[in-house]
């Protein structure tokens, strides 16, 4: 959290009722340079040796200042994506409504902006008043204005090492408040996904909604509707990935907002069993995002629908089909009929129908077949699965145990375990003879 040199810094600040933003110096913020990308510093460093402005902003900035490690880095700057492509080796240009530039260093991805000015200037919108395309440039102050949160309208400058506050974000963060820059029904208005960001954003840092930033979210949650499914989708796997899942979705419901999104997750989490499930499921998964491992959506999703998985896989067993056959017509009947709700892509539903298939192959499955199941691309995730559901009481923890001894063993160990597992029969097996020997005898 903020440290108290940083808030008598900001006291004393705002008594002496300074205009412009707030320059908040190395020695006072306290961010740790080394806890920030050196991708995302590399960016900066080139651009402004250029003689452009370029700072680190955003949530990477609030992220740093209560001492969360950001998963990933932003950059805004004053350069067009134009002058920034030529600039770095790996660069390429992004996006309809806005343009974008991402730059390519292996494995991350350092996304780039130019800064833009006010969204009430020359920008294109949708009947509802929701932004269509909005390439206007501005400058520093300008791109501030048009950030959604005050938490979220943060520079920091990585060579100068000072952050920027222009709408007393700093301040909100200390305070655990979430208020948004400008009237709250027309920003939501431009841009439905605010509305889930706030809640969010208030689940992650344990804060409260501003009232005016809170009060038009019960008039205006219909708009989500008119968002295409895609940033829903990527909108769900943040909302999954927060830290805090449940207590978020929990107050998307509260708010009306969870139909709009993750529909089925009421329902679920009213019955006990799976609400004991879903609860597991994501306090594992909070745990994994505050040690910084990764989070895979394939699991997420794998893990909320389970429960219907779970009563169709008995449903269809109970009508006699074999187990790992009744596993696929589970998968296939509630991926046919939830996926498209919550606009699922169709390598993430792979991925989950995998992971779940998994589950009845851990129980009907020979010495042999174990060695090609191993080799499955989810097998990992799968036993993880395995796992969460004999925390829920659903199967042995110890045949779940004896799988996550395999995926962790060695070559050799694992061929031990496999000949341990169905000890071979003593003395030698009886030879069935020829069948044209046994008609003769007949």
Known sequence: MLTRKIKNFISRFFQSNATGP??????????????????????????????????????????????IQPKDFDVATNATPEQI???????????????????????????????????????????HGRILR?????????DAERRDFTLN?????????EVIDFHQGVRDLQNNVVRIIGD????????????????????????????QTHQPIAKLAHLLDNVPTSRRFDEAIKLLSCGQAIPCLQKLEQENLIQHILPVFPALYAQPENALFLDLAFERTDQ????????????????????????????????????VQAMADACTTVLETEAPKMAIQRRIQADM????????RFQRISNRAIWRLLEQPRFRAAVDFLQLRAAAKELDSVEAQWWMDLADADAQKR????????????????????????????
């Open 184 to 211: 709250a029904a027309t920003r939501y208005r431009e841009d439905p996904v605010r509305m889930l960001r706030a809640i969010r954003f208030a689940a992650k840092l344990d804060a409260t909604i501003e009232p």
């Open 134 to 142: 909005d390439n206007v440039y501005g400058n520093l102050k300008e």
């Open 353 to 360: 129908r995998e992971i779940w298939f998994s589950q009845a």
């Open 288 to 323: 994994r995002v505050r040690t910084g491992q990764p989070i895979s959506p394939s699991f997420l999703f794998a893990a909320l629908l389970w429960p219907l998985v779970r009563e169709q896989w008995a449903a269809e067993q109970k009508k006699g089909t074999p187990v």
């Open 85 to 127: 492509r030529p600039l770095f080796r790996r660069a390429h240009i992004i996006g309809r409504r806005f343009k974008l530039v991402h730059v390519v260093f292996g494995r991350e991805v350092i996304e780039t902006s130019t800064f833009r000015a006010a969204s009430t200037r020359r920008t294109t919108t949708d009947e």
């Open 22 to 67: 707030l320059r908040i110096p190395a020695q006072t913020h306290g961010i740790n340079r080394r806890h920030v990308s050196r991708h995302a510093i590399k960016v900066c460093e080139v651009l402004q040796e250029k003689g452009y402005e370029a700072y680190i902003v955003g949530g990477a900035v609030r992220d740093l200042l209560v001492g």
């Open 415 to 442: 061929s031990e375990l496999i000949a341990e597992r169905r000890p071979r029969r003593q003395g030698k097996r009886r030879r069935r003879r020829p069948a044209r020997q046994r008609s003769s005898e007949a």
């Open 153 to 161: 309208a943060l520079y920091y400058d990585p060579i100068t090492q």
